[in-house]
């Protein structure tokens, strides 16, 4: 699994800002990132959980400030998993999942 880092080239992106413009017009759809917060050369995980155009952190807190950046922190997305809303737990609302951090970006891949 190749690991991407978020930078300056996906500041400019504001990727996440995006997929919550996108999840606001898609609000049966819940979007999973999994990665890691770059803190001291050290990993934590990190988890985001887009819904109704709106993100939450399982495991750290993020800025709800739309002037100021989700995270404040350099991180790593490796993972984004796309399910049917309500959530269950059975694994029977699963659409698709992509390591890209760009593949979300298409509203079609949200179908």
Not at 26 to 47: C, D, Q, T, V, Y
Request: hydrophobic residues 35%; proline residues 2%.
């Amino acid at each position: 699994m190749e690991e991407i880092l978020v930078s300056q080239k996906m500041e400019e992106l504001d990727l996440i800002n995006s997929l919550e413009r996108i999840s606001s017009k898609k609000p049966n759809r819940i979007l999973k990132i999994e990665g890691f917060i770059l803190k001291k050369k050290k990993k934590e995980k990190l988890e985001i959980i887009i819904f109704k155009g709106f993100s939450s952190s399982t495991t750290h807190q993020i800025e709800i400030d739309l002037e100021k950046d989700v995270l404040e922190f350099d991180y790593l997305l490796t993972n984004f998993r796309l399910y049917k809303s309500p959530l269950t737990e059975t694994e029977e609302n699963f659409i698709r999942e992509n390591e890209d951090c760009l593949f979300f970006l298409n509203q079609k891949n949200w179908i």
